[in-house]
């Protein structure tokens, strides 16, 4: 069976990371993966994850298995990020939450669940998206469409044209929103924006499918929930996939939740108990160590505190590495306009430098970039700027 396999294509984001290991170029930069630098190039443990684990591994007396949902108190902690403190749709119990491995595995878990419970249903992605969106649902069997987001010329969300798509979608499909810090353009709807969209998605009975990776790298904890939040005061039923990967820094520890929302506590229940099969058997129950840190965190305020501290410098650092780019490549002689990088949230900017320019990054300067010309600006930092901005204007 082996010998008849032709090479798969390598992934394009982590199979970067792959090739860069292979980098000689002693000034290599990776700004492919999403993962945040700090100004010393590392991505250390955060102070708030280090003394969680500490606790944890004194107390801890047990390694048996969780329950298929995995780490009790997690999901409750999820929540009230989510949704907020008290929360109607908590308090009248319409919520359940399953942890799951990373946010990746909360995609497939959703992925799984609506191709057994809804066939027919499409999935509606944004053009562009994140690289692994199509091909996790296409996986599972979720036939997927694209819709309208950026609009290359003004650099800006093409909002009319997303309307004009979600509008003709037939109901009962499910539409993936990026909750925040929209991967890979940047760009997030405006407050208005997500009104109308929660109710587009409520008149046409689609089911809103929000991805939550960045929840805190764009404005902050409750100001990135605010889509959500609307989307939940306008439809009945809804999923969630967080990741707790980059504003835990829990990346290795694939620390994610799938949570539904229905129109009622029976429904609720009912629609859980058909996720608890899919995960069965996809890998069983989640690994417990990440998401006993995130409940452990979220539940002392003494270590909250330090957790929001450490998350806001990461997003203020992030902020200013914006700036700093910008300002750079206008040093180094860049005469386009590149202040849309200002403007757009979280790790990542599209830089629309194109397929030759990200490959001339690559084999001249040892600088990764993802094929789409996404960079990731948190994996910039004050040492490899001037490098970093030296190049672009050379392959510009
Ligand atoms: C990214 O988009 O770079 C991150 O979400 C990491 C990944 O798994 O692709």
């Not at 007396?61 to 009230?80: N, R, V």
Request: with cysteine.
């Amino acid at each position: 069976m082996f010998e008849s396999l032709t090479l798969a294509p390598a992934d394009p984001i982590l199979g970067l990371t792959e090739l860069f290991q292979q980098e000689p170029n002693p000034r290599k930069v990776n700004l492919g993966v999403g993962v945040y630098k700090n100004a010393a190039g590392g991505t250390p443990v955060l102070a708030a994850v280090q003394e969680a684990e500490r606790r944890l591994l004194d107390q801890s007396t047990s390694k048996t298995y969780l329950p298929i949902a995995g780490h009790p108190q997690f999901g409750a902690h999820i929540q009230t990020l989510l949704f907020g403190a008290g929360h109607r749709v908590v308090r009248s119990n319409r919520a359940r939450t399953a942890h799951t491995p990373g946010g990746t595995g909360a995609l497939r878990v959703t992925a799984d669940f609506l191709h057994r419970h809804s066939p027919a249903s499409k999935l509606w992605l944004s053009d562009p998206t994140w690289e692994n969106h199509r091909a996790v649902f296409a996986g599972a069997g979720v036939e997927t469409a694209l819709y309208p987001y950026y609009d290359a010329a003004t650099r800006s969300l093409d909002f009319s044209g997303m309307l004009a798509a979600l509008g003709a979608a037939s109901p009962g499909d499910a539409v993936l929103l990026h909750a925040c810090c929209h991967n890979p353009t940047g760009i997030d709807p405006e407050p208005e924006q997500w009104e109308q969209l929660a109710a587009l998605l409520a008149e046409r009975s689609l089911l809103p499918l929000l991805d939550f990776a960045y929840q805190g790298f764009g404005h902050g904890l409750e100001e990135d929930a605010a889509g959500l939040r609307t989307v939940v005061r306008h439809c009945p039923e809804l999923i969630v996939c967080s990741s707790y990967s980059k504003n835990f820094g829990l990346y290795n520890e694939r620390v994610g939740a799938m949570t539904l929302v229905a129109a009622s506590a029976e429904a609720a229940e009912r629609a859980f108990s058909n996720v608890k099969p899919v995960i069965r058997t996809n890998y069983s129950n989640p690994p417990a160590h990440g998401a006993a840190v995130v409940s452990l965190i979220l539940d002392d305020p003494d270590l909250r505190q330090r957790w929001e501290g450490e998350l806001t410098a990461m997003r203020t650092r992030i902020r200013a590495m914006r700036e700093q780019f910008v300002a750079g490549l206008a040093r180094h002689g860049v005469n386009r306009d590149f202040s849309f990088i200002t403007r757009q949230n979280g790790m990542f900017s599209f830089s629309g430098l194109g397929r030759g320019q990200v490959q001339a990054l690559r084999d001249r300067f040892g600088i990764y970039i993802v094929g789409s010309g996404r960079i990731n600006v948190a994996g910039m930092t004050e040492g490899n700027m001037d490098y970093l901005c030296e190049a672009i204007a050379a392959v510009l």
